[in-house]
């Protein structure tokens, strides 16, 4: 069965610095992953997505992703941070109905 | 405007009530999905569909009622609502490739 973890419920960062936002991933194929992102009170957008081909996955806002199939992992990266960046991060991987597997989510905090 | 559209977006509701929530989507998407989001548990599947006539369980199905007369349409019904229904729920679609999912902007229902 498909799922993901994500390492961290919680993560705070500066406005300007990097930020790191860590998933892991279990399957018995190669997955569909993505990326979503939760602004307070709102709906969820899709930040980036990989699906088999180029492991390092640019997506919008300045976000990228790096498929990492030796590590299990699909961690998310931005080099730096806005205050705009403060919401919740969902890291999903696909099943082989299609269903999509939520990751429990990841708070980034943005301080000026 | 094409996409997907939730309603209500509030409900209010009390318990041991049936209340329907609504979705609609405009893309002819073969497949639609409904999850819950609870603080803790990012996103569950309670159901999802292929395409018309054709729905199953995900991973929260209890206490949940779902039909799928016509392809653009997916009613989630809570036949006697309770207090640990009270949550955020969206609706998705995706194609039958999976190669982009749309979501809801969500319903947030309140079982008192």
């Known amino acids: 069965a498909q799922s993901v973890t994500q390492l961290d419920s919680h993560v705070s960062v500066s406005e300007g610095t990097p930020v790191l936002l860590r998933c892991n991933y279990s399957?018995?194929?190669?997955?569909?992953l993505f990326w979503y992102v939760q602004h307070p009170n709102k709906g969820l957008q899709l930040l980036l997505k990989y699906t088999s081909a180029a492991t390092l996955v640019k997506g919008i806002n300045g976000f990228e992703a790096e498929f990492k199939k030796s590590e299990t992992s699909f961690h998310l990266t931005k080099p730096s941070a806005h205050m705009s960046d403060a919401a919740e991060y969902f890291c999903?991987?696909?099943?082989?109905?299609?269903?999509?597997?939520f990751g429990k989510g990841t708070k980034l905090s943005v301080k000026p | 405007d094409a996409g997907i559209t939730q309603s209500p977006r509030y409900k209010i509701t009390e318990t041991g009530r049936q209340v329907t929530l609504m979705c609609h989507q405009t893309w002819s998407h073969s497949y639609m999905f409904w999850y819950r989001q609870d603080l803790g548990h990012g996103l569950r599947l309670i159901y999802y569909s292929a395409a018309a006539d054709i729905t199953d369980k995900g991973e929260v199905p209890d206490g949940y009622v779902v039909s799928r007369s016509k392809t653009e349409n997916f009613p989630l019904t809570l036949e006697s609502a309770t207090r640990s229904q009270t949550s955020v729920y969206f609706c998705a679609s995706s194609d039958w490739m999976f190669t982009g999912y749309t979501f809801g902007s969500g319903t947030r229902l309140t079982v008192v």
């Open positions: 399957s018995s194929y190669s997955p569909s």
């Open positions: 999903v991987v696909s099943d082989v109905q299609g269903n999509l597997i």
